[in-house]
């Protein structure tokens, strides 16, 4: 069994910060990238960030600049570091893992069960 937890989503004005958590816990043999995703009311779930075991980050355009991920290994754990917040930015956010189960064969998409972000104009 394998379990992603996000913590961090909250109501903050705009302008403000907010750091999201995501831990990956149970037989995981080896992750190989994490990141985030979001789904705003009504639209489709878009990726914001992405970081790999090998240290390369991506973001979407739209929070280039604002948001910064970054990947605790030892712990299994990402982090996104949201800062300038804008109301565009209101959306639930997602966790996401491409990993390896104890004795299984291949990689795996698992995500977490989502927190939700509020920004408030």
């Known amino acids: 069994q394998v379990q992603l937890v996000e913590s961090g989503g909250d109501l903050v004005q705009a302008g403000g910060t907010l750091r999201l958590s995501c831990a990956a816990s149970?037989?995981?043999?080896?992750?190989?990238?994490m990141g985030w995703y979001r789904q705003a009311p009504g639209k489709q779930r878009d990726l914001v960030a992405h970081?790999?075991?090998?240290?390369?980050?991506g973001y979407a355009d739209s929070v280039k600049g604002r948001f910064t991920i970054s990947r605790d290994n030892a712990k299994n754990t990402v982090y996104l570091q949201m800062n300038s917040l804008k109301p565009e930015d209101t959306a639930v956010y997602y966790c996401?893992?491409?990993?390896?189960?104890?004795?299984?064969?291949?990689?795996?998409?698992?995500w977490g069960q989502g927190t939700q972000v509020t920004v408030s104009s």
């Open positions: 970081a790999t075991n090998g240290g390369s980050t």
């Open positions: 996401y893992a491409v990993l390896r189960r104890v004795g299984g064969l291949g990689f795996g998409n698992y």
């Open positions: 149970g037989s995981i043999d080896s992750i190989n990238v």
